[in-house]
Structures are given as structure tokens and as C-alpha cells.
């Protein structure tokens, strides 16, 4: 996909399918490995070198992004090494085509078995459900922080010591999601795009390119299907 250097909202959980790849920080090292768990955040690119990949989306307010930090190498930004490396990359082989959800949902728990780690604050609990809902993407932390009972900056600090993520690139990562949830019907990427909460299409553009190292013509000009589960998470096969 000849991604650039880019720092995604939610931490991404990598696996090289064929082969092992490199996870490239911008003001860092280059790391070999075939499972790798990038940090939201933190500005990196991965060469695949030609090779397919798995790359799985965490929801930092779900329990799952914390199981899943079950790497035995590495540090904060970049951890490598899945424990359970080997059936990962095997079932990561699976999930070409039309995989049953089922299916995914095993290869996501062999990741990180949900409602294995410690919970969330209840009050970021409710205020990542309210973005995530069909019309919540346009929520301003101020009406958020009112409704936790929190001044702005004291709901701030509490969702990014919760999530490891500020609350803007959570919102712009649950703006992301319902773009994928309105192509299931709208064929129109634009006008999914200023309907999620993006001011227009180049906004979207930019943001995307941003997240995911290149921009949506890159990704679109290739046959995609999208599909909005109904988890947190998402899986995108490459």
C-alpha cells in the first residue's frame, strides 16, 4: 500500500501474513517482527515489502485494546511480538473474502479476549458510547464534560489517562467509523464523509491520510467492501 508516515487515532495491531515487515518510527527506530502493536499516536510507517497484512483497530474504551497487550517485546510506542504470534499469523490467513463474523470475532479474542482486563472509568465509558451512537460525532467535550460532572480540562485529562488517546482523535476515530457504517448504504463517499461530522471531503481526505498513512482515492481504487460490525474493533485485511 506504500503507506506514509502517519499516527492513527486508536492503537493498530499489525501482522505480517506472509512475512515479517518493519514498523519505521518517524524520530526513531526501524523494528523486524511479524506481530506488532503500534500505540495511538505515534508517528510511524510500515513496509510490507510486498507481503499481505492484517491489520486490527482497537477501541481504546474497550476492554479488548487492553487485553491485547500481550506483546513479549519492545516498549510503550512500539510492542512486538504477540504471544500468541504463531496462531495469529496462521488464522490472519483465513480472513481474506467474505469471512463470517464469527470468525473474525475468534481471531480478534485469540488477540485480546475481551472483558479480560481491568475496566474503564464509567463516566469515559459513557461519554465513548455517546460519540459512537449514529449522531454523536458532532459532540463538543464541553457538553461531554456536563454530563460527567467534569470541567473540560478535568474530562480531557481523565479520557486521555483512560484511553491513552485525547479526546479529538477519539472523536475523529468514531467520525471514521460512521463513514464505514453510512457506505454500507450510500455509495457516495462525500456526502458520508460531511454527514460523520467531517466540514467537507477534503477534511476527510486529510484526516484519513493522517490516520492511515495514505489517502481514501488510494484505498477506493482498489475493490473494498466495507463492513460496519457491531464491536468496537475493526479488521482490515490488505
Given at each position: 500500500?506504500?503507506?506514509?508516515?502517519?499516527s492513527?487515532?486508536?492503537?493498530?495491531?499489525?501482522?505480517?501474513?506472509?512475512?515479517?515487515?518493519t514498523?519505521e518510527?518517524?524520530?526513531g527506530?526501524?523494528?523486524?517482527?511479524?506481530?506488532?502493536?503500534?500505540?495511538?499516536r505515534?508517528?510511524?510507517?510500515?513496509?510490507?515489502?510486498?507481503?499481505?497484512?492484517?491489520?486490527?483497530?482497537?477501541?481504546?474504551?474497550?476492554?479488548?485494546?487492553?487485553?491485547?497487550?500481550?506483546?513479549?517485546?519492545?516498549?510503550?510506542?512500539v510492542?512486538?511480538?504477540?504471544?500468541?504470534?504463531?496462531?495469529?499469523?496462521?488464522?490472519?490467513?483465513?480472513?481474506?473474502?467474505?469471512?463470517?463474523?464469527?470468525?473474525?470475532?475468534?481471531?480478534?479474542?485469540?488477540?485480546?479476549?475481551?472483558?479480560?482486563?481491568?475496566?474503564?472509568?464509567?463516566r469515559?465509558?459513557?461519554?465513548?458510547?455517546?460519540?459512537?451512537g449514529?449522531?454523536?460525532?458532532?459532540?463538543?467535550?464541553?457538553?461531554?464534560a456536563?454530563?460527567?460532572?467534569?470541567?473540560?480540562?478535568?474530562?480531557?485529562?481523565?479520557?486521555?489517562?483512560?484511553?491513552?488517546?485525547?479526546?479529538?482523535?477519539?472523536?475523529?476515530?468514531?467520525?471514521?467509523?460512521?463513514?464505514?457504517?453510512?457506505?454500507?448504504?450510500w455509495?457516495?463517499?462525500?456526502?458520508?464523509?460531511?454527514?460523520?461530522?467531517?466540514?467537507?471531503?477534503?477534511?476527510?481526505?486529510?484526516?484519513f491520510h493522517?490516520?492511515?498513512?495514505?489517502?481514501?482515492?488510494?484505498?477506493?481504487?482498489?475493490?473494498?467492501?466495507?463492513?460496519?460490525?457491531?464491536?468496537?474493533?475493526?479488521?482490515?485485511?490488505?
Amino acid at each position: 500500500m506504500e503507506l506514509g508516515f502517519h499516527s492513527g487515532a486508536v492503537s493498530c495491531l499489525a501482522v505480517g501474513v506472509d512475512a515479517e515487515f518493519t514498523v519505521e518510527l518517524e524520530h526513531g527506530p526501524r523494528h523486524r517482527a511479524r506481530t506488532a502493536l503500534v500505540a495511538a499516536r505515534v508517528r510511524h510507517r510500515i513496509v510490507a515489502d510486498g507481503g499481505r497484512m492484517a491489520f486490527c483497530y482497537l477501541d481504546p474504551a474497550s476492554a479488548r485494546e487492553r487485553a491485547c497487550r500481550r506483546m513479549t517485546d519492545g516498549g510503550p510506542e512500539v510492542a512486538l511480538h504477540h504471544e500468541r504470534e504463531a496462531e495469529l499469523v496462521r488464522r490472519a490467513a483465513s480472513l481474506e473474502g467474505d469471512v463470517p463474523l464469527p470468525e473474525v470475532r475468534g481471531w480478534l479474542d485469540l488477540a485480546g479476549p475481551d472483558g479480560l482486563a481491568g475496566r474503564l472509568d464509567p463516566r469515559v465509558r459513557r461519554a465513548a458510547g455517546r460519540l459512537a451512537g449514529p449522531s454523536g460525532q458532532r459532540l463538543a467535550a464541553k457538553e461531554l464534560a456536563a454530563e460527567a460532572g467534569l470541567s473540560v480540562s478535568g474530562f480531557l485529562r481523565l479520557f486521555r489517562a483512560e484511553t491513552g488517546t485525547t479526546f479529538r482523535r477519539y472523536r475523529l476515530w468514531a467520525r471514521m467509523l460512521r463513514v464505514a457504517a453510512l457506505l454500507e448504504t450510500w455509495p457516495d463517499l462525500s456526502t458520508a464523509a460531511v454527514e460523520a461530522g467531517f466540514a467537507s471531503p477534503s477534511h476527510f481526505s486529510s484526516s484519513f491520510h493522517a490516520t492511515f498513512g495514505l489517502r481514501p482515492s488510494a484505498l477506493f481504487s482498489r475493490p473494498v467492501a466495507i463492513s460496519a460490525t457491531e464491536w468496537p474493533e475493526s479488521v482490515t485485511r490488505k
